[in-house]
């Protein structure tokens, strides 16, 4: 599905005094099956602006073309709801949305709710299950007994068994420790590598430079860049202004290359930084 | 949810503002004993004079006042009707229905419509005009020589107050799970009965459970910092008592007693 | 310099089934800034609530300032160590900056008084001077956070523990609180225990300690512990950069320095760039 934003904005609680402009004038188009990021500060509007994706929010004027679904103002939740399922929305700490009595129940939730046959949300939610990384056994435990990062895992798996076609993740790393954070974007990566569209909002660079193809900056209600990782990278001075570090590794090689190296400054692993460096020392 | 005016603190300065709290609750509460006591038309009307001028000194216009006493009305419209069914005392004067209306009965259920708008007129003119932790430090103030027999008049102001304090976040907190539930497709507005019931358990189990997170978590914060309501501790504000507020006082003290010797005598 | 934090043989259990500290024993000097290292699940918020008395130990000993921790002189101890939680909201007491710095300060007793210039010294300290009628719900993590650790300078400890106290934060208030932090440690001896999983952060330690599934696996300085990589890597703890491409290269048989510091290693490549 490809995404598109032409000229939507949006303003909390218009008509009252108490009126909040969080997005003004976004055109954006976000490529069907890429691995995109939306960075900048707190309070630029990046979550505002996923809610649009999949309809939480509506625009206040503009339009969201989501493949065949345009979106506008006046727009009927009930015409909005397959959207819902077409683009899983996972918030931060989405641990907390975990209510049922077993595990499987709370998967098959998402499913059942846009008209999935019991079974059939039952071996949904069995995959779903497998693919952040637990195994059935898990089914008929208490959501409730599990530590934070298994908790968060069965949330992601919850929106997964949605069968979505757009997964936004809105910091999915954060308050996890290493470990469970390389998992987990692995597992994103992996879901991508299946021809989902995968957003991400994060504070992380690093994960951007790693695991993203795309990157939108948010700043104050507006986008104010979209461009490829490396591109982005380049151009460290305006980063800087929004408070954003460069990944470790570009700012490794940022350093190195002011004193004599000359290193391609978009590697993105550290494999191929390894390999830079030593060519540059060996040859 | 946004739009509770109901006692809502709205903070202008007028003389009602600037009264110790203390004294408010002791007036509500010397009025709600004087109103129930049956003084005629006349002792109303004395009462009566006596909010008009609170409200008039309070400098809140009239409007939020009948904001508050709207939800109120359909309830006090009801009990007032259903009373001049009920009552049975005084003449007979005519009948709807076959159902005798008497006098006592047109009377008694004036009385309760009258009672029960000065009651939420002046209560809510109170809460309006008085910030909610200051009601709190009001309450602890007044509770505390309740402490010597054991009544944990700290404790509940404490528990007051932590709640005040956590009421938006406890909203910011509804308002993302329900969107979090929503984006997996509950539909809290549509929906048979049963699957109105699962929206609102969604909803309504992880708030608790994030609630007792938080209640632990705060307790932990809390006693690290040494909090222990058995022990003395200080209190940063205090209330203080001025000439006006004695004044206040003695005022509605004078008033509400003579409408409740009128009450005796006539 | 003396051992203002000493714990030996702890042990401690949620429940019957297993030990979740099993007989640590560790100290710290006065004045370090300490990293406790290890996986979720750990033990590691366990040790922090042990070493302020919010759970009761199961055998071993917490000697804090001195003094031992029991039952007793609970509050007394707490006067010398404070601690700040993950959640910014979740130990944010009072209704304003002002009131949940007060707050403290009721708790030990300070005179109404002498109440409204501490809360000044402390707010300024932080930070957050123009802030103090600000309502928690108007404020950034980071400013929240930065108002926990006014609360705690208020009741002027000699120990501040950090749970994890960043991990909620977006990387400005990360920063904040990382440099008021380390401020503290330079300016007032300020003894700091961060329970953190930036290894970044601990290369820049007085003292590691590395815990994994109760047990301490190993104490020492940066230099000794992060050089540790096969450790690190089995106790699923990250490995900081700088090692990283010393490892790296020295499988491209270039050898460097093992530096933990980037910028140390940024050196070293480019002198060995330069004589080429």
């Given at each position: 599905m490809s995404i598109a934003f032409e000229k939507v904005e949006h303003m909390y609680n218009n008509d009252t005094p108490f009126?909040?402009?969080a997005l003004k004038g976004v055109d954006l188009a976000i490529t069907k099956g890429s691995f995109t990021a939306i960075i900048g500060q707190t309070g630029s509007g990046k979550s505002t602006l996923i809610q649009h994706i999949n309809a939480l929010l509506l625009p206040t004027s503009g339009k969201v073309t989501?493949?065949?679904?345009v979106i506008t103002a006046t727009d009927k939740p009930k015409k909005l709801k397959p959207l819902r399922k077409k683009a899983g929305l996972v918030f931060q700490f989405p641990e907390y949305?975990?209510?049922?009595?077993t595990i499987e129940k709370d998967i098959i939730f998402g499913p059942l709710n846009f008209g999935v046959s019991y079974e059939e949300a039952k071996s949904l939610a069995a995959k779903a299950l497998h693919q952040v990384g637990l195994d059935t056994s898990y089914l008929e435990r208490t959501p409730f007994d599990l530590s934070g990062g298994?908790?968060?895992?069965?949330?992601?798996?919850?929106i997964l068994a949605m069968e979505p076609d757009i997964l936004i993740l809105d910091e999915p790393t954060a308050g996890l420790d290493p470990h469970g954070t390389k998992e987990m974007m692995a597992l994103f990566k992996s879901i991508q590598k299946l021809g989902k569209t995968v957003i991400l909002v994060t504070h992380d660079m690093n994960h951007v430079l790693q695991y993203c193809e795309e990157v939108i900056v948010m700043n104050h209600g507006k986008v104010e860049k979209k461009d490829t990782v490396s591109n982005i990278f380049k151009d460290q001075q305006y980063l800087n202004t929004l408070g954003i570090d460069l990944p470790i590794i570009t700012n490794f090689i940022l350093a190195l290359n002011d004193n004599g190296f000359n290193i391609d400054s978009s590697i993105n692993t550290y494999e191929r930084l390894i390999k830079a460096i030593g060519g540059e020392l060996h040859g | 949810m946004d739009n509770m005016t109901f006692g809502k603190y709205i903070p202008i300065p007028s003389l009602i503002h600037s009264l110790d709290p203390r004294l408010k609750i002791i007036s509500l509460i010397i009025f709600l004993?004087?109103?129930?006591?049956d003084a005629g038309f006349l002792g109303y009307l004395i009462l009566g004079i006596l909010v008009l001028i609170i409200a008039i000194c309070s400098r809140i216009q009239i409007k939020y006042v009948f904001k508050a006493i709207k939800p109120m009305l359909f309830m006090v419209l009801f009990l007032t009707i259903f009373n001049i069914f009920l009552i049975q005392t005084g003449e007979a004067l005519f009948s709807i229905f076959s159902i005798v209306?008497?006098?006592g009965a047109l009377l008694q259920s004036a009385y309760i419509f009258i009672r029960l708008v000065l009651i939420i007129t002046l209560t809510t003119i109170m809460t309006s005009s008085t910030k909610p932790l200051d009601l709190t430090l009001a309450i602890e103030d007044l509770l505390s020589p309740l402490k010597k027999v054991k009544f944990p008049a700290h404790e509940?102001?404490?528990?007051?107050?932590?709640?005040l304090r956590f009421i938006p976040d406890l909203l910011e907190e509804t308002k993302r799970i329900m969107k979090a539930q929503a984006s997996r497709g509950v539909d809290f507005n549509e929906g048979k009965f049963m699957e109105k019931i699962k929206s609102i358990v969604s909803l309504v189990i992880p708030l608790f459970i994030s609630a007792f997170q938080r209640a632990e978590e705060l307790a932990n914060a809390m006693e690290s910092r040494n909090y222990n309501p058995d022990a003395p501790r200080t209190r940063y504000k205090s209330l203080t008592w001025q000439l006006q507020d004695t004044v206040a006082l003695i005022i509605v003290t004078v008033v509400c007693v003579g409408v409740i010797v009128m009450s005796v005598i006539l | 310099m003396e051992d203002v934090i000493k714990v030996e043989n702890l042990s401690f259990a949620y429940n019957e089934e297993r030990e979740t500290i099993n007989r640590i024993s560790f100290s710290i000097e006065k004045g370090q800034y300490v990293t406790i290292l290890g996986h979720n699940g750990s033990g590691k918020s366990t040790i922090a609530k042990l070493l302020i008395?919010?759970?009761?130990?199961?055998s071993g000993s917490i000697w804090i300032a001195g003094k031992e921790l029991n039952v007793e002189n609970l509050y007394a101890i707490r006067e010398h160590i404070g601690i700040v939680f993950q959640n910014p909201d979740n130990q944010f007491i009072g209704a304003t900056v002002r009131d949940d710095i007060a707050f403290g300060l009721e708790n030990m007793c300070v005179s109404p008084g002498n109440m409204e210039q501490l809360i000044n010294t402390y707010a300024k300290r932080v930070g957050m001077i123009d802030f103090l009628d600000h309502e928690p719900t108007k404020l950034s993590g980071g400013q929240k956070q930065r108002v926990a650790i006014a609360g705690i300078l208020a009741m002027a400890p000699d120990i501040i523990i950090l749970d994890e106290a960043t991990s909620m934060l977006d990387p400005i208030g990360k920063r904040e609180i990382n440099s008021l932090v380390k401020e503290l440690n330079k300016e007032k001896e300020m003894t700091i225990i961060s329970i953190t999983h930036d290894i970044e952060e601990a290369v820049f330690a007085d003292q590691v300690i590395l815990l994994h599934e109760g047990k301490i696996i190993d104490v020492g300085s940066p230099e000794t512990i992060l050089r540790k990589t096969e450790l690190l890597t089995n106790l699923e703890l990250d490995i900081p950069f700088a090692l990283k491409v010393s490892e790296g290269l020295a499988q491209q048989n270039i050898q460097v320095r093992k530096h933990l510091s980037i910028e140390k290693m940024v050196e070293e490549l480019c002198q060995l760039h330069s004589k080429k």
């Open positions: 009126s909040y402009h989501i493949d065949d679904y949305q975990l209510f049922e009595e298994q908790k968060r895992r069965v949330a992601i798996a919850g | 004993v004087a109103v129930f006591f209306i008497y006098s509940i102001a404490m528990m007051i107050s932590i709640a | 008395g919010l759970l009761e130990k199961k």
